[in-house]
């Protein structure tokens, strides 16, 4: 991903900060099929679980109030890194690139990365994924959430503040070979629709993938 596309990412999202904290960090109250999947995921991962793209820190939160006992968040945005260690004392956040993490091999035994692949063009996944791969253990679990479709929408404006950002929608199927090109297993494709007044309107896609 070029460094344009990153520091506007970076910047959008420091100007979302509150409005994302308002609006999104209580989201998982009214999810219960995302709830599930996490619960799921938590009670399979064996040892420290990294939230990669972590915004607020509300996954990285409820995997720590559901049984994961290392759980720690990493963000491109500086300002939401600083609202997820103030919502969430205890959880070790930090700045930092999914595409370029600064952490060593093998690492961690899980990772979910919730709507943060959005950001990254359907070009750079298989650099992400292989980012992913390098830093999980053997066997390590990366559970990945995402919009389905095929569109890249453009904001200029969001929630009131001045951005550029783009949102990338991708096929599972897509995603999923990336996946498999990274060296990931694919254990679980699974979609669901939006519900309705708790979240944007997109279909939503989730993928279970195992380093192997
Ligand atoms: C739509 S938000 C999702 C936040 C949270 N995971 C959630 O489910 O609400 C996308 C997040 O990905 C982060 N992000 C985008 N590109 C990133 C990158 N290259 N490395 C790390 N984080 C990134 C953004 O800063 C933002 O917080």
Redesign the pocket.
């Known amino acids: 991903?070029d460094d344009k596309i990153?520091t506007n990412?970076?910047t959008s999202?420091d100007r979302l900060a509150d409005e994302?904290v308002g609006r999104?960090y209580p989201?998982l109250q009214h999810k219960p099929f995302d709830r599930q999947l996490l619960d799921d995921f938590a009670a399979r991962v064996r040892g420290p679980v990294c939230?990669?793209?972590?915004?607020?820190g509300?996954?990285a939160r409820y995997l720590r109030n559901h049984g994961v006992s290392e759980v720690c968040g990493?963000?491109?945005?500086p300002e939401?890194v600083e609202r997820a260690r103030r919502l969430n004392p205890g959880i070790e956040f930090q700045a930092?690139?999914?595409?370029a993490l600064n952490i060593a091999d093998a690492t961690w035994a899980g990772i979910?990365?919730?709507?943060?692949i959005?950001?990254?063009p359907r070009r750079g996944h298989v650099a992400?994924f292989s980012e992913m791969e390098r830093v999980l253990r053997p066997g390590g679990l990366l559970l990945v959430?995402f919009h389905v479709g095929e569109e890249i929408i453009h904001f200029d404006e969001l929630w009131g503040q001045t951005v550029s950002i783009d949102?990338h929608f991708f096929r599972s199927s897509e995603v999923a070979e990336s996946l498999r090109s990274a060296g990931f297993e694919v254990e679980k494709i699974v979609e669901r629709d939006p519900y309705p007044n708790v979240e944007a309107a997109t279909r939503r896609g989730y993928i279970l993938a195992i380093k192997s």
């Open positions: 991903m990153t990412t970076r999202y994302y999104i989201e939230d990669l793209g972590c915004g607020p509300h996954v990493i963000d491109l945005s939401l930092g690139n999914m595409l979910v990365a919730f709507y943060s959005i950001h990254i992400v959430a949102f």
